[in-house]
């Protein structure tokens, strides 16, 4: 998307304007692109046997609980 311009370095207040890409792949996996740590347990949820993605939504769930 023209005009949106997002930094990997989480300085646009955790990816808000951010355009998620969600694709299904022709064996019916599910693949993510620019997942804000918002949606990190949403993509875990739909996704339960991707170990590494659980695990990034583990770390962002404890992030979020540390700044609280």
């Not at 646009?12 to 998620?20: H, P």
């Not at 993509?43 to 979020?64: C, F, I, K, M, Q």
């Amino acid at each position: 998307m023209k005009g949106m311009d997002h930094r990997a370095d989480g300085s646009d207040e955790a990816g808000r304007g951010l355009v998620v890409t969600i694709r299904i792949g022709p064996d019916g996996r599910l693949y993510f692109a620019d997942i804000p740590p918002g949606l990190l347990e949403v993509a875990a949820a739909v996704n339960p046997g991707d170990e590494t993605l659980r695990a990034r939504a583990a770390l962002a769930s404890s992030y979020r609980a540390e700044e609280a």
